[in-house]
């Protein structure tokens, strides 16, 4: 055979397995198929997803359904007394608690099976202002979780929502905003990509490589590593029953759920989204910040990590009450330790203005920051603590000062 001819024919047979492997044509498929019943929701007009594999497709539904099981780590269970709870037909935690700016939130996990990390991270930050009546706002950094978690999986590979909860109670995570925002302890290193559609961000082209761990914060902020740290001091897997999760998510905030994505999900626009058709992609984690009821309709409502472009600006309805897709079998929460945050918060702002006071600000004799550790410090009586910060000013200031 000619030797052109034979490289011409090899061009064309990975041609052919490379489309076969695009998701554009299904994409396509789905969304004219959707479109055209009289379900109880809409695809996008402009299918998502064209131009991807399904290789990268998959990698973005970073958890394990095969290890998805609350019996498998001993978690406990958290029952709620369901007599004494009257329940509405409608919640939103964006109502509820309008003081709390990170229900507001949608997050972009870029190109990295970081879901698992997504939906944790942004349930705790949520349950962290809560708690705290709106007084601690401590945007829980996804960054130190998927790098720093070693149990938790393979960090953008895919990982356990029920580990990286385990590591919140016993390791605690610091603070981080999103790429780019140069905010908290740890922000995220991935850069937001447009997933999904044409919009304002880069094309995803593959899946990263997932960054290092890091245990210092960046330059610019006020705050050590281990001073950053936020933890649970409780953490648990809610009954597999939507009033269960209800019940949970209006006493205590949101919670992480884990899902089943199939094809048409990827499509999903407006309306309360059921499974209707195509192939399983894989599992994902999400979090659930609600609920309600639309054209007869019962839903939970959801927040995803694919940035603001997709859905309902990030938000999505997923059908109530059935178990749809299994976002009800696998629902994760915890209590934050808010007392230590904010004993640890009064702690910096008595001493920031002490200091101020003193010998004025851009000054810190004690570095304090480096040398008070956070636990001991709040098992000591506070007059105490005030006491000898004073005496030591004092000195400082007759020494330097006078």
Not at 74 to 91: R, T, W
Not at 384 to 393: A, N
């Amino acid at each position: 055979m000619n030797f052109v001819l034979y490289f011409a024919l090899i061009c064309e047979l990975f041609y052919d397995i490379r489309s076969e492997n695009r998701y554009g044509s299904r994409a396509n498929q789905i969304v004219d198929y959707i479109n055209n019943l009289n379900t109880t929701w809409k695809a996008s007009t402009i299918p998502n997803f064209q131009s991807w594999d399904y290789d990268l497709i998959k990698k973005l539904m970073g958890v394990n359904l095969n290890a998805t099981t609350s019996k498998l780590f001993n978690m406990e269970v958290q029952y709620h007394d369901q007599d004494k709870i009257q329940l509405p037909d409608e919640f939103d935690s964006r109502i509820q608690w309008p003081d709390c700016p990170t229900l507001h939130e949608v997050r972009d996990q870029g190109a990295c099976g970081s879901c698992w990390a997504f939906g944790a991270v942004e349930a705790m930050s949520d349950r962290i202002c809560i708690s705290s009546n709106g007084a601690v706002n401590a945007h829980i950094s996804a960054e130190d979780l998927l790098t720093c978690c070693d149990n938790c999986g393979f960090g953008c590979d895919g990982g356990q929502p029920q580990l990286a909860w385990a590591y919140y109670r016993s390791n605690g995570i610091v603070t981080g905003g999103q790429f780019g925002s140069n905010q908290g302890c740890l922000p995220y290193e991935i850069p937001h990509c447009d997933h999904h559609t044409t919009g304002i961000y880069k094309p995803c082209s593959k899946v990263v490589d997932t960054p290092k761990c890091v245990t210092h914060c960046e330059s610019s902020y006020n705050r050590t590593y281990k001073d950053d740290k936020n933890f649970a001091k409780k953490i648990y897997y809610v009954p597999f029953d939507p009033k269960q999760i209800q019940s949970e998510i209006m006493q205590y905030g949101p919670v992480e759920a884990i899902m089943i994505v199939f094809e048409d999900f990827l499509q999903y626009k407006s309306g309360v989204y059921k499974h209707v058709t195509g192939d399983l992609v894989g599992g994902h984690a999400v979090k659930i910040i609600g609920w309600g009821v639309q054209d007869n309709t019962s839903y939970w409502l959801s927040v995803n990590s694919w940035n603001q472009d997709w859905g309902q600006k990030g938000f999505f309805k997923i059908l109530r009450g059935t178990n749809e897709c299994g976002i009800e079998a696998e629902i994760y929460a915890g209590l934050p330790n808010t007392e230590k945050q904010m004993a640890s918060r009064n702690r910096d702002n008595v001493f920031n203005k002490i200091n101020y006071e003193f010998i004025g600000p851009g000054n810190d004799p004690l570095n304090h920051k480096e040398e008070i550790q956070s636990d001991n410090f709040i098992q000591q009586p506070f007059e105490s603590q005030i006491e000898k910060h004073l005496l030591t000013l004092e000195e400082f200031h007759q020494n330097n000062v006078a």
